[in-house]
């Protein structure tokens, strides 16, 4: 018997990319017969993964496909003769492209018509958080779900991180932070909004610091980019892709992490933020609050004014930041990577077993 992770695209250092290669890791530590394949496959893992193509189904695997976005692999596992977990990521609706990158939207649009297609080839499903779960369930899915949250190797995030960023940016200014690429979905003009409020009317001496690739969605970037040069805000920084030291030099040096978002399955640097202890402050939008699971400092209004003056709040008042970063230690705890890894391995063992 092997465990086969499948994947449309193997990107290098995003969410699922890591995800795949830490449960690749989990199963082989655990003395299964792991491998993993893709369609398209990141130069930088191509001895990790290997190209779909060369993958020729046995009976006795067990393939678990992860699901999040638009692609003919996603109707290509249905003809394989074997058992199917479909590890379900969620997709990004496609209207929050249209505007900058039509393909892009029409991709999202028939992945969830794929997501509705395999409803009845799923033997089961796990699902990053429950909000994804209850969109499985929402859109006709009747076999066993179980929500297993995205499998993080804490470890990587103790190396060293970069002297340069730290040097650059740990000074007397308050930095706001973001991570994620830049995409219309994540709503980084709402978080420029809000600082220009939090600049002008009540601290000078900040800065934003926006970490992530801007190439995906160029017209969205410029449009950025216009948007902050009309409201003559200074010190918005757009880092671009960064290396994994950068990342933890950057949360090393957040006074606040911002995330407005509006769509979100799961979130990974929401609990990134909990590992640096920096006090997150979200928007409740999707799974954003479940994954924050009462920790943080979650908003139901995103009105500029409204975050500037809750940025405020946290990076003044050292008890209140005291009360969130206890929250998210405590909530930190549901994500440790050896007790997902202990739910996910038992969770294998029991659909091995014909138990789920």
């Not at 976005?69 to 199917?84: K, M, P």
């Amino acid at each position: 018997m092997r465990i086969i992770q499948i994947l449309p695209v193997m990107a290098f250092g995003d969410a699922i990319g890591n995800d795949t290669i830490t449960l690749d890791d989990t199963l082989k530590q655990s003395g299964y017969k792991s491998e993993v394949y893709a369609k398209f496959i990141d130069e930088r893992l191509t001895e990790r993964v290997k190209p779909l193509d060369k993958y020729i189904p046995e009976k006795e695997d067990i393939v678990i496909y992860h699901l999040s976005t638009g692609s003919d692999v996603n109707y290509e596992i249905s003809q394989y003769d074997c058992r199917r977990i479909i590890m379900y990521h969620n997709i990004t609706p496609g209207h929050f492209f249209a505007q900058y990158d039509i393909e892009a939207a029409k991709v999202c649009d028939s992945g969830y018509r794929a997501v509705k297609y395999l409803k009845k080839k799923a033997d089961y499903c796990l699902a990053d958080s429950d909000y994804n779960k209850q969109e499985l369930r929402a859109m006709g899915y009747e076999c066993p779900i179980d929500v297993l949250p995205i499998l993080i190797a804490f470890d990587d995030y103790k190396k060293k991180p970069s002297p340069r960023v730290i040097r650059q940016y740990d000074d007397d200014y308050v930095n706001i932070v973001f991570t994620g690429r830049v995409a219309p979905n994540k709503k980084h003009e709402d978080i420029i909004a809000a600082f220009y409020y939090y600049k002008k009317y009540i601290n000078p001496k900040s800065r934003l610091l926006l970490v992530g690739r801007h190439d995906f969605f160029p017209g969205y970037y410029s449009r950025l980019q216009k948007y902050v040069e009309k409201l003559g805000v200074d010190d918005v920084v757009f880092t671009g892709q960064v290396k994994f030291e950068e990342i933890l030099a950057y949360y090393s040096v957040a006074d606040v992490f911002v995330c407005l978002s509006e769509h979100e399955g799961f979130c990974v640097p929401l609990v990134e933020s909990m590992m640096f202890d920096v006090p997150v402050l979200a928007y409740d939008s999707c799974a954003v609050g479940e994954t924050l699971g009462g920790s943080g400092f979650l908003l139901k209004d995103k009105a500029p004014e409204v975050v500037a003056e809750a940025i405020h709040s946290i990076v003044s008042d050292p008890k209140l930041q005291e009360q969130i970063v206890q929250g998210q230690r405590q909530r930190l705890k549901d994500f440790e990577h050896d007790k997902v890894k202990k739910q996910f391995l038992e969770i294998l063992e029991a659909f091995i077993a014909g138990d789920k």
